[in-house]
């Protein structure tokens, strides 16, 4: 089974600068197992940067599926026959992925996440929206890293899911937390998982041993990859809902940081520096 991992980098030009970070740390960190890059026509990278994905993909936009809706469209593009998706502001850490590929080839699709049924989520309240969809629950996750395979039950799926979106997105934008006629991957991948009564047991994270955090509102870091050492510490169980006073810190190490809107940002702009000088970047 060819393994690799698929990048997608459309719209803005600094979605490709982000991928050739994402793709230094993945050649410096797991060097045996390619990148594809997919990225608007015309916007490839050229030069010792286009050497760190073995495939580029450029693809014409389609209305349909703006930005990070291309996320349902990778399926079709990946050359490999199993296949970690990872977004273009993660970066790849440890050493330890192995453990998760073996993970996540136990199932045709797989992402880090839990059952929802109440709460906000999304700018949506969770049990309303349910109780219009009729389901008991949706699986709450940062889709920044998820994984599927080549398989009759990984096409079945992306088709489902994509078929799922077309019929909801008229319905759903109107509800997104990012203002009318916009889209949300994870809210309609969150509802479709739990149409299909679907869990991810299989990638669950655990503290010390956790597939892709988000900087997202953490407390501190500690990411050293020249040491080995990958720890974000993040606040949890929070007082009245409020982010700035958490019961509770919750220590973890995840194989992808993931660097949401690039914070903080010298640490991203350190690192980034790092894997591109060790992957040959100057």
Known sequence: MRQGYIVLATGDAKYTAMAVNLAASLRVTDPGRGVCLVCDRGQEPRGPEAALFEHVVGITGDTRFPHVMNKIRVFDLSPYDSTM??????????????????????????????????????????????????????????????????????????????????????????????????????????????????????????????????TWRALWFDIAPERGRCTIWKGARHLWGLPFLPRQVDRLSPTFPHFVALKPRRLYDRLAAYYRHRAGLG
């Not at 009729?134 to 998820?146: C, E, K, R, T």
């Not at 203002?179 to 809210?187: A, I, V, Y």
């Open 85 to 214: 998706f990872v977004d273009a502001d993660c970066l790849l850490a440890k050493d330890d992925v192995d453990s998760w590929w073996r993970a996540c080839e136990t199932r045709p699709f797989s992402v880090t996440g839990g059952a929802k049924r109440a709460g906000e989520w999304k700018g949506v309240e969770v049990s309303e929206l349910l109780r219009a969809q009729g389901q008991d629950y949706l699986i709450q996750m940062n889709a920044g890293v998820f994984h599927f395979t080549r398989t009759p039950e990984g096409r079945a799926f992306f088709a489902g899911l994509e078929a799922f979106y077309l019929d909801k997105m008229e319905e759903l934008s109107v509800t997104n937390y990012k203002g009318p006629n916009s889209q949300s991957f994870e809210l309609y991948l969150g509802l479709y998982m739990g149409r299909l009564g679907m869990d991810c047991a299989n990638v669950a994270n655990r503290g010390e041993d956790s597939w892709m955090v988000s």
